[in-house]
């Protein structure tokens, strides 16, 4: 159906079972709402990957970590965005912990952006 190239899978699969009880024996429409449930259920199992992802608790930023937010703060105030970013950028391909200043990160990449 139009809705299930589009992707959306619940309005797509009200339409399939709908028209299933009207014409039970229709194996066109079983077969895409066959396809569609497995769809729903696999973007349900993906979601729930996702959420468990964000509630696992993130490693504390390590001393390396907080060192370099605060020489990216020192550089900031000095309005070297660019710098800043760089060095934060770097940083993360060092020491992972790095991403618990991602928004931090961001907004520099923002601001050396609108900057330059």
Known sequence: TILA???QW???????????MLNPDDTEARHNYE???????????????????????????TAYALEMKKNAEQLVKERKYKEA??????????????????????RIGDVDEIDS
């Open 35 to 61: 396809k569609v449930l497995a769809e729903l259920d696999k973007k349900e199992q993906e979601e729930e990957q996702e959420q468990q992802q964000d509630n696992k608790p993130q490693d504390p930023p």
């Open 85 to 106: 970013f760089d060095l934060m950028q770097n940083a993360l391909q060092i020491d992972k912990t790095v991403s618990n200043f991602n928004d931090f990160i961001q």
């Open 10 to 20: 619940e309005p797509a699969a009200m339409h399939l079972r709908n028209s299933l």
């Open 5 to 7: 190239s589009g992707e």
